[in-house]
């Protein structure tokens, strides 16, 4: 049987929550151990999401070999969470096109709207744009004929998202408003604080020389968010809301201030034990005390990052790390070092990429045609890697001649 290729407990490497430990303790048949390992999937999806992929795709295979349809759904649809939260995409929708067909063969139009929903977001990822405004308006009829508050909510929620990434930034706004009024006033206190975590970014964006002030509408509503998360006593939302605020102080010169919310951040997270948010965290440390002039002690953030993204198989974080310690090193002039950290950020890029298709073709072959997704990826990046391709044939070029140069004055003392 599937099941027994996963052990009683796959996730005993992992520091889980008490809540969650204690719902694996009760669980007594199959049924409710998929319902819980759905669960813990879930919340490991925003923070070790390479990791539990495997465990998410065996649970799959175990609720399918029991016929649970609705343990089926959940694991699909935590399976299309963490491809899209790993940036592949296309196994992300393959995922999610299994799921709309469970949905509907369970007549459950809330989980059907939570999957379109989630379509959107991988089209706007691929800036798709106009595609995923038409899904998440879709989801969101769907949910005002449910007449769910918090899936409405959540809807509009993406329409701001997708609005806000697109760049109108006044009809995101309009959204995030919509979402906020529909929350005040109602026990969804912890929806409520991640939509003011989402105006604060929004205003954050809109920072620039000319529009200091809205570095102050962005402190503003992540501060809202920042006391509603404390009251709930919610964790992973103040440590998201203090790196914002990291960020925020950093683009505004308030350095002293983003090294004391980046680091509040990191004291949470190493006592929580999330290890891809430390890592993370270490990432924005090391840029910005580059950007302090203090290349040095931000090389050995960056480095720490790396160590941690390689032990837990962060592959993009490992891939960000390379190009910001190239970019790091090409400013100081160790030319030598870019070009090595240039390298190995064009290796693990080109592993990424092809280890996304292998993927893809193994699990759902025959059942999404996916090149129109992937060549809508790979435009998206190209521009990003012709400038970093560009610039390390010129730092290759520029030690080649001084190797020459040097080659030839010494012919010439000779």
Known sequence: MLSIALPSNPFSA?????????KLNRAEDEKQKIDIFNDVCYYFSDKTPQQIIPIAQ??????????????LFDATLNLGILFFNTSQYTQALACYKECLE?????????????TISNMGLVFTSLSQYQKAIDYQHKALKIRERRKDTLAIALSLNNLGMTYHTKGDWNVAL????????????TPYKNTLANTYNNLGQLFFTCYNDT????????????MKAYTRFSVDDNRLGVIRTLINLGNTYSITGSRERAVDAYRAALNLQRQSGDSSGIALTLFNMGILFDEMGDSKRGKEYLLESLRIAKNYNLAELSRDIYQQLFHMNEKNQNLSEAVLYASKFFAINDSLNEMSKKLLIEQFKGKYNFQEVENALLSSQLIRWKQIGWATTGLIIVILSGFIIYKLRSRKSA
Not at 14 to 22: E, M, N
Not at 211 to 222: C, F, P, Q
């Open 174 to 185: 309009h959204y995030y408003r919509q979402a906020i009024h529909l929350l005040e006033g």
């Open 211 to 222: 529009a200091t002030w809205a570095a102050d509408s962005a402190e503003y509503y992540y």
């Open 102 to 114: 469970l949905a509907e063969d369970m007549d459950d139009t809330g989980r059907k709207a939570a």
């Open 58 to 71: 065996k649970i799959v295979f175990w609720a399918d070999s029991v016929d649970y349809k609705k343990g």
């Open 14 to 22: 992992l520091t889980l929550p008490d809540s969650l430990k204690a």
